[in-house]
């Protein structure tokens, strides 16, 4: 009996981590696409060829390598659409709290969310070229993503932005 408890208490272990992978691949899935919506303006804004999106549709790749400067320029655009960066080009840890309450994070994930942007700028105040060094804060942010798990699936944000335009 007791190892019937064991095993039980195991499986419930099992499908409630398994389930907070998928809440947490549901809310990167919604704040991908939030964050996205922005895009085209600063594709406009900054006049970036369609390369930039490519880029874009294979973020969550693990094995895409992101290598475009570009791709940090635009990322730091959006960014500043949403207010998530300061003046010195830095996350605005309030508003990005913020954001990602807005897509569904709760308190505590939405804090984690932001220290992990925040540990990933420690890694590189060497960098002085901000679009370089948005590419590569952005690049850790994804590998600590897919070490969670949390990676949304591309093919369902495609779907999701597609539906809404």
Known sequence: MALFCWRLLFAAGVVSLAQGTLASQEIMKKLTTGFVKAMEECKAELNLGDHIIQDFMNYWREEYELLNRDT??????????????TEDMKIHHENAHEFAKSHGADDDLAKQLVQMIHD???????????????LEISKCFRTKIHELKWAPSMETILEELMTET
């Open 72 to 85: 940090g320029c635009a990322i730091m655009c959006m960014a500043s659409k949403h207010d998530l960066i």
């Open 120 to 134: 990933c700028e420690k890694q590189f105040t060497d960098i002085t070229d901000d679009c370089s060094k948005t």
